[in-house]
């Protein structure tokens, strides 16, 4: 990574993050890459940066598109507990994977379609996208959809060059700061106007003194550090110019339900999980699912009605680690203001159910009943 950086290049770092707009942005980077020294050390950053020029391109070309009245954003209202967008070039079989499991038959797809699909009482909304062309406005238009989603499905047709087909998919995604593979450590800088530099989560091989030198030599001296898993230095750095943003993401190979021995070693070395649809019946849902719940690290509550006894049938979904309380202002404000105490049902608990108070933190299947005062 950025080892060594002269004290040129950062102060042109610092014209770039005080750009305010995308063509000033675009000058300050290339003036700030012309300063980067070649050499092992910086061809990743010098790499990154030349997407982020190319993406900036794109966004300048479509807005300019946009006041001549070329194109519109695509935006679907989330509904449901995650959705998924499904990408994929044209005649890929999207439409066909859609309908199969949302059982709805979009009659335009030129802007993206929603459905439901529920599994196990968790309830997916599925987007169908129109497909990935060769134009930027397009490809732009799509990274946005996927940036807002909460999870991909690849959808490449497996009686064409697989192998063509997600490379065109995983380099779009890429230009966008999109990683379809979870990051050793996942940085999110948070720029403040006051209150120093608070690092939340784990460092490696680094000090908080660390951080705060390596943000300050960026001209950031406010800032909230926030680092799921364990980051170094170089993470930080990193996200200093912009961090990835990861979606759990599957490919699904279409039309026929035999791979071809190139195809299978160009996917293995892809990395992400693969999944076959040539019937309907037999696409394996169930596998998707459970992949992205996990990777998304959801847990599922279900409530119990306090009148009748009865558990209701759909559960809450929330995040691994959410306590008894947030659970309780995502059921009912109410039930969250009056809170006294809980009583949770859980097979991990020898006698049930078990009171708890407001900090108890739940797992995926526990059953709630909240009670008020
Ligand atoms: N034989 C076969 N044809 C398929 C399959 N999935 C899609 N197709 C066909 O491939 C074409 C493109 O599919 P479609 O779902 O419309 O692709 P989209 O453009 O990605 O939405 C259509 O003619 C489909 O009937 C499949 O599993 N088997
Ligand atoms: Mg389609």
């Known amino acids: 990574m950025p080892a060594n950086l ?38 990743r950053l010098r790499m990154q940066v030349t997407r982020q020029i190319a993406a900036l391109r794109r966004e300048i070309e479509l807005r300019r598109r946009k ?29 066909s994977l859609f309908k199969c499991l949302t059982g709805v038959d979009p009659a335009d797809t030129r802007k993206p379609v929603p459905g439901m699909k529920v599994w196990e009482g968790v309830y997916f909304q599925l ?41 065109t998919l995983l380099n779009s995604l890429e230009d966008a700061r999109i990683t379809v593979k979870r990051p050793r450590a996942q940085v999110e800088i948070e720029k403040r106007a006051t ?67 190139r195809a299978k070693s160009y996917l293995t070395a892809v990395g992400v999980p693969v999944f076959l649809f040539s019937k309907c019946e037999e696409f394996e849902f169930g596998g998707v699912a459970e992949y992205f719940f996990k990777e998304l690290d959801l847990i599922r509550v279900y409530t119990r009605n306090p009148k009748t006894g009865e558990v209701e049938e759909r ?3 929330t995040k691994r680690g959410a306590r008894v309380l947030d659970v309780a202002k995502m059921i009912h404000t109410q039930l969250y203001e009056n809170f006294k105490y809980a009583l ?26 909240i009670v008020g005062g």
Do not use: C
Not at 81 to 91: A, E, R, T, W
């Open 6 to 43: 002269p004290a040129e290049a950062k102060s042109k770092w610092r014209r770039v993050m005080e750009a305010r707009t995308p063509e000033e942005k675009l000058e300050a980077l290339q003036e700030f890459l012309s300063a980067v020294p070649k050499h092992k050390g910086t061809e």
């Open 67 to 95: 006041r001549t009245g070329g194109g519109e954003q695509f935006f679907v209202e989330k509904e449901g507990d995650i959705q998924v967008v499904l990408l994929g070039l044209p005649m890929s079989g999207k439409t």
């Open 127 to 167: 987007v169908d996208a129109p497909p990935f062309l060769g134009d930027a406005a397009t490809q732009a238009r799509l990274t946005a959809l996927a940036r807002n989603a909460d999870a991909l499905m690849l959808v490449v047709d497996a009686t064409a060059d697989v192998e063509y087909q997600v490379t």
């Open 195 to 261: 209150g120093g530099v608070v690092v939340v989560g784990d460092l490696e091989g680094a000090t908080l003194q660390d951080v705060i030198s390596l943000l300050r030599e960026y001209g950031i001296y406010h800032a909230a550090v926030r680092i799921q898993g364990r980051a170094t230095l170089d993470d930080v750095e990193e996200a200093v110019f912009g961090g990835l943003s990861y979606k759990p993401s599957v490919i699904v190979t279409t039309k026929t339900g035999t791979l071809g021995e």
């Open 315 to 317: 559960p809450v979904v």
């Open 344 to 369: 949770v049902w859980s097979n991990r608990f020898t006698f049930n159910p078990r009171r708890v108070g407001k900090d108890f933190i739940l797992e995926d299947g526990d059953i709630i009943q």
